[in-house]
């Protein structure tokens, strides 16, 4: 199988090369210049150039926090770029993976949130992937639109990694504890998303494998605690640990407004897949120790 996936840096598109062998697949990555979400003239030959057997579109603009000073520039890349790509899968016949996230949610409800939940996003961002999935609707049924939240890995730049840099040089960080969340190891992220795409590819007809579904770590936690497992992680093998001291988002500031609440319910994704992803602390333990031994995927 041949999967097409836009972008060429990100962690889950890294993980989805590194997870290619062994999974029996060929992944053909595609940036610019031959792929630009913001020129939608270039991206069907691009993707008709790779002769894939199904698409992943990957690439976005996740600056959460810059997208409220960019936001045509958000809405460009997220939406229309989406938008789009979705219709070259169309006019190509082919079925599409969409990458979406948590923050397509207000954060407002006490429980983890369905597919089927109403959307409100807080911020630029969460509006230009919401706008994104909407279009994407629209090109056609032949989807399957991936919501995940809090994705880490040996790959760029997340928070696991910010927290192993500060603590080389602190004793002591201030995480925030009011916002929930599914950490999601990208790797992990990256076998569903393949296992999605094979079933996509092979049955057609099904409709019950398309629409939207939320992808994310088993279990939950805060930023905070989050944290502390990386650094319990990290000082069972020698590396740098500090202090977490909990802090209010309100202590946090930030441009964009963050979800208290980003915690995703994964039934529907193990219900039509039968896919778990791993428990978080699972996950968080192995991208950890790759990293402090200098191994990736």
């Known amino acids: 199988m041949r999967i097409a996936v836009t972008g060429t840096t990100g962690q889950l598109v890294r993980s989805l090369i590194a997870m290619a062998p062994s999974a029996k697949v060929e992944v053909v990555a595609i940036g610019r210049p031959e792929l630009d979400l913001t020129r939608p003239d270039e991206i069907h030959k691009a993707l008709e150039q790779a002769r ?8 976005a603009y996740t600056a959460v926090d810059k997208a409220e000073s960019e936001p045509e520039l958000a809405m460009a890349i997220n939406a229309a770029g989406a938008g789009a790509v979705a219709a070259a899968a169309a006019a190509l016949r082919l079925p599409l993976v969409q990458i979406s996230t948590d923050y397509v949610f207000d954060g407002a409800l006490s429980r983890p949130w369905r597919e089927d939940d109403a ?40 928070f696991v990694k910010t927290m192993l840099r500060l603590a080389e040089s602190r004793e ?26 094979r079933r996509l590819a092979a049955e057609p007809r099904d409709a019950g494998l398309r629409g939207v579904f939320h992808v994310a770590g088993s279990g939950e936690t805060s930023w905070a605690g989050l944290a502390e497992a990386v650094f319990a992680a990290s000082a069972r093998l020698g590396g740098p640990s500090a202090r977490v001291r909990p802090i209010a988002t309100a202590e946090y500031p930030t441009p964009a407004r963050r979800p208290a609440n980003s ?35």
Not at 126 to 140: D, F, N, P, T, Y
Not at 172 to 194: F, K, M, R, S
């Open 263 to 297: 915690r995703l319910d994964c039934g529907l994704l193990a219900a039509r897949y039968g896919l778990r992803l791993p428990p978080w602390q699972v996950s968080v333990e192995d991208c950890v120790t790759r990293l402090l031994t200098g191994s990736e995927c």
């Open 52 to 59: 894939p057997d199904c698409i992943v579109n990957a690439a």
């Open 172 to 197: 002591e960080l201030g995480v925030v504890a009011d916002q929930l969340g599914t950490p999601t190891y990208a790797p992990a992220l990256a076998d569903a998303v393949i296992a999605i795409a």
């Open 119 to 158: 959307t409100s996003p807080l911020g630029v961002y969460g509006r230009s992937k919401l706008a994104g999935e909407q279009a994407v609707a629209a090109a056609g049924d032949n989807h399957a639109i991936l919501r995940t939240a809090w994705v880490h890995s040996p790959y760029g730049g997340n």
